[in-house]
């Protein structure tokens, strides 16, 4: 049973950088399998931000490409995800989540497996 | 960016109802659509995959549909613990898109 736990700070400074780790259990992150982050301001939606494959090769939400890095660390079977310049608008819960491909095409993919999420607040 | 739209935004139903929320995208997405539940405070699960495939553990009451851009998720019989928010995502291209989601409340 695959298993992603999210950690970092919960608390950064506006103009600052949010940086979380998502950490993979039972299951190795050098699977076929692209490993996404997505997040959930209070209250409202879910909004895509990126993925990494652990080649390196990454895709990312246009809306937010000029702030984020996500990258993997395989000897740690974990990826991370750096947001920079944060303010208010970044206040959400930051979830991590492996993107599963259920057949050849490149779009069938689905986000199957998810960390629990953890809560970011920007803030002075 | 491909938009999703579900309709409705919310809906109140009572226990044994049969339910049907719908999802549109902006343009044609073939059958690469997904399906997730919400429950307040809780990750995400996935329900169903490719439009109409049930994801391994998911009740069988849950079901979709469509191709295109016009996509359903049926829940034949609800029970109590179907009560939360539901969403869309299409995974054709990237920036992979959610829809705005379905508030399932009891009645």
């Known amino acids: 049973q695959v298993q992603l736990q999210e950690s970092g700070p919960g608390l950064v400074k506006p103009s600052g950088t949010l940086s979380l780790t998502c950490a993979v259990s039972g299951g190795s992150i050098s699977s076929s399998n692209w490993w996404s982050w997505v997040r959930q301001p209070p209250g409202k939606g879910l909004e895509w931000i990126g993925e990494i494959y652990h080649s390196g090769s990454t895709n990312y939400n246009p809306s937010l490409k000029s702030r984020v890095t996500i990258s993997v660390d395989k000897s740690k079977n974990q990826f991370s995800l750096k947001l920079s310049s944060v303010t208010a608008a970044d206040t959400a819960v930051y979830y991590c989540?492996?993107?599963?491909?259920?057949?050849?095409?490149?779009?069938?993919?689905?986000?199957?497996?998810w960390g629990q999420g953890t809560l970011v607040t920007v803030s002075s | 960016d491909i938009q999703m739209t579900q309709s409705p935004s919310s809906l109140s139903a009572s226990v044994g109802d049969r339910v049907t929320i719908t999802c549109r995208a902006s343009q044609s997405i073939s059958s690469y659509l997904n399906w997730y539940q919400q429950k307040p405070g809780k990750a995400p699960k996935l329900l169903i995959y490719?439009?109409?495939s049930l994801q391994s553990g998911v009740p069988s009451r849950f079901s979709g549909s469509g191709s295109g851009t016009d996509f359903t998720l049926t829940i034949s019989s609800l029970q109590p613990e179907d009560f939360a928010t539901y969403y869309c995502?299409?995974?054709?291209?990237?920036?992979?898109?959610f829809g705005q989601g379905t508030r399932l409340e009891i009645k």
């Open positions: 989540a492996r993107v599963r491909r259920y057949c050849s095409s490149t779009s069938c993919l689905a986000f199957d497996y």
């Open positions: 995502q299409q995974s054709y291209s990237t920036p992979r898109t």
């Open positions: 490719a439009a109409s």
